[in-house]
């Protein structure tokens, strides 16, 4: 399967615990941006990165979130001391920048904040 | 900064044809894309449009007029699985993250 791979795809925490989501871009993509939905909203930017590079992060909280994409490995989203409110999914979609600028979309990682 | 808009909710009949328009203010433009969102699921890429005019693709099209800042997404024959939502999206300039309007949330009925 050369698409977006996303995991988990389901993540229960308490809060206060820390939750991380992994995603590996389709085969030849080395950007990836992470966005966020809430139920019955639409996807949010949070981050835009490159390998090894952060391109964009204006979308990101400030505090408890962080994102890297290292030079071997998958992206990696991080969300410390996790609240009821980060409940939501998390979507990863990489692109080609020789392309039309189309993402394509992994499954995306559900989170659940107990 | 970006503003996208598109109605909440459609309800269509099964065989019809529905239009779901998309308005948009950017402060730069490279293009708008359509995604079809089933529940639960991931975004799928539909259509890509660039230049003004329409762009068939099967029973999918889209149109779009720059000048207007606006977009329609055509669906022709509804079938049952076409129960989704149906998500704009507008691509401002350079690495420019694209930014998505909540999305219109159809339902197909017999």
């Known amino acids: 399967n050369a698409g977006v791979m996303q995991n988990p795809r389901h993540l229960v925490r308490r809060r206060g615990q820390e939750a991380r989501l992994r995603c590996s871009p389709m085969k030849g993509h080395s950007h990836v941006y992470w966005y966020r939905q809430l139920p019955e909203e639409g996807l949010k930017f949070m981050v835009y990165?490159?390998?090894?590079?952060?391109?964009?992060e204006s979308g990101m909280p400030k505090e408890r979130f962080s994102a890297e994409f290292p030079k071997e490995g998958p992206s990696i989203l991080r969300i410390q001391q996790v609240v009821r409110g980060d409940s939501a999914a998390y979507f990863c979609a990489s692109f080609s920048p020789r392309g039309t600028g189309e993402l394509f979309f992994g499954e995306g990682s559900r989170l659940t904040v107990l | 900064g970006q503003n996208i808009d598109q109605p909440t909710e459609m309800t269509a009949t099964e065989g019809a044809i529905v239009q779901i328009n998309c308005t948009y203010q950017t402060s730069g433009f490279n293009g708008l894309f359509w995604y079809q969102q089933h529940a639960g699921e991931a975004p799928t890429f539909l259509s890509y449009?660039?230049?003004?005019g329409l762009e068939e693709k099967g029973r999918f099209s889209s149109f779009l007029s720059r000048s207007k800042g606006y977009s329609y997404l055509l669906l022709k024959e509804l079938q049952m699985k076409d129960s989704a939502s149906y998500l704009c999206?507008?691509?401002?300039?350079?690495?420019?993250?694209?930014?998505f309007g909540k999305g219109t949330r159809l339902s197909v009925i017999a």
């Open positions: 449009n660039v230049l003004d």
């Open positions: 990165l490159q390998k090894e590079n952060i391109i964009d």
């Open positions: 999206a507008v691509g401002s300039s350079g690495n420019t993250p694209l930014v």
